[in-house]
């Protein structure tokens, strides 16, 4: 497995802090935010003097019921490509639910969303992960994620689970230590026993990241500095097993540079102790002190291993996807759609996922349509929120934005007529098929107005 190092993900607002930070061997850029066709100057420079990127997709939605749609495999496998990199990531999350598998309208979570630990589940996750495999033209691993609810009637732990998933196809794990913190305070799963179920030779790689607790629940944000709590579990993954690579995530209030990197300092730090820890007790790691590497489970039908056995086919999946599309459905209705909590849920918890999916959608759609905050001012947070609670996003976020101002104008908002004049004009610049402003109409009344005006 190839050794990848430090690592630090890249975001378009520490791109130059990025580029001149020492020691970085890696980075990870988000898939769906980078163009094959016109990769960033930053990204071009980093490939140049050797710095491996690695795709990491957010959208794929491996754990929901619906097998993986081609068109974004396609996408994924083409960064893979641009990018020259030697594996992509994903989640085992599901992120929509709904459609034709339950005769009911699609819905878009907007958000990584836990999979039920069931057998149903795992069967279907292990299908649309050899259908990825089979499209992807390097290997793919994937990420454990946080979560503020828990599932009832589980069946197996989040090791086992993923053990399960490793050995029956193959595939690598992306293993996030700041999520294993997340599921302790939020969902009471001990750490420790999760690493030690955890097929430890199947990582690719490590996550740590930074988050804040309120009123008792974990809130995994990536905009925070990485708790001591979150290096701990860091140092005991490291006494078990040296991981190919440990990357750094931060996705939002970005600090100076220098406090970026005394986090991948203190990274660093756990690992060492770690690794003190493991050579004291005698753990076995997948690099021993000699260099060399152990042989851990590859992606059935990547290129280095196109002769090697793959496993033996799933059953008919089609019962499990059916059951598992009503499970997943019921549950995001009642998150993005206000429909009755399922049985077995925590109504409590249920909420606080509701609100935070609100304002992750409110938060998205003010970075993908800036405009919109600029023109509603103070108050954009409050309108979306109260949009957002009985309209579900359906089509994306660039759709939400457009769907949320429209909806806001059908309604008779804003209530300042200048913000209500922009608000309008942004939604038919953006409304059509083409943009507004190059219609010939338009061109020739803006023309005719500078004309008239002697501009």
């Not at 759609?337 to 959608?361: E, S």
Request: charge should be negative; include cysteine.
């Amino acid at each position: 497995m190839e050794r990848l190092g430090t690592g630090i993900g890249w975001r378009p607002e520490i791109a130059d802090a990025v580029e001149r930070m020492p020691g970085i061997d890696w980075v990870e850029a988000v898939a769906e935010n980078v163009c094959p066709g016109h990769l960033p100057d930053s990204l071009l420079r980093l490939r140049e003097r050797g710095v491996t990127v690695i795709p990491h997709g957010v959208s794929l939605g491996l754990g929901g019921a619906d097998r993986p749609d081609e068109s974004r495999l396609t996408a994924l496998a083409e960064r893979a490509e641009a990018l020259g990199a030697p594996l992509v990531t994903e989640h085992i999350a599901f992120v929509r639910a709904g459609g034709p598998l339950t005769v009911s309208p699609l819905l878009e979570a907007g958000h990584l969303l836990p999979v039920p630990r069931t057998r149903d589940a795992l069967d279907v996750l292990c299908e649309n992960i050899r259908i990825a495999q089979a499209a992807l033209p390097v290997p793919l691993a994937v990420e454990n994620i946080a979560a503020l609810l828990a599932w009832p009637d589980e069946e197996m732990t989040e090791g086992q689970f993923l053990y399960d998933l490793a050995d029956r196809t193959g595939v690598r794990l992306l293993i996030d230590v700041a999520n294993l913190h997340t599921n302790h305070v939020n969902r009471g799963e001990d750490p420790a026993k999760a690493l030690a179920e955890l097929p430890v030779e199947a990582i690719a790689y490590v996550h740590v990241a930074g988050g804040i607790e309120r009123d008792g629940v974990w809130h995994d944000t990536h905009a925070h500095p990485v708790p001591a709590t979150v290096l701990d579990i860091l140092t005991d993954l490291a006494s078990r097993v040296s991981p190919p690579g440990v990357l750094l995530e931060r996705d939002d209030n970005f600090p100076e540079p220098a406090e970026l990197e005394r986090e991948l300092e203190a990274i660093q730090g756990a690992l060492t102790k770690g690794w003190a820890r493991g050579t004291t007790s005698g753990t076995a790691s997948l690099e021993t002190k000699a260099g060399t590497k152990a042989e851990a489970p590859r992606a059935a039908g990547s290129p280095e291993t196109a002769d090697a056995p793959r496993p033996a086919p799933t059953p008919d999946t089609d019962p499990a996807r059916q059951r598992l599309a009503l499970a997943e459905t019921t549950l995001l209705s009642a998150l993005v759609a206000g429909t009755p909590v399922p049985d077995g849920f925590d109504r409590v918890r249920l909420g606080v996922q509701a609100r935070a999916l609100g304002v992750k959608r409110a938060d998205v759609v003010a970075k993908v349509a800036p405009e919109l905050p600029e023109i509603l001012g103070e108050s954009y947070r409050s309108a979306f929120l109260a949009y957002a609670h009985s309209h579900p996003m359906t089509g994306g976020y660039r759709r939400d934005a457009l769907d949320f101002a429209g909806q806001l104008l059908l309604s008779g908002g804003p209530e300042d007529a200048g913000a209500r004049r922009e608000l309008r004009e942004w939604w038919l610049e953006r409304s059509g098929p083409v943009p507004r402003s190059t219609r010939p109409a338009v061109r020739l009344a803006r023309a005719t107005r500078r004309v008239l005006l002697g501009r």
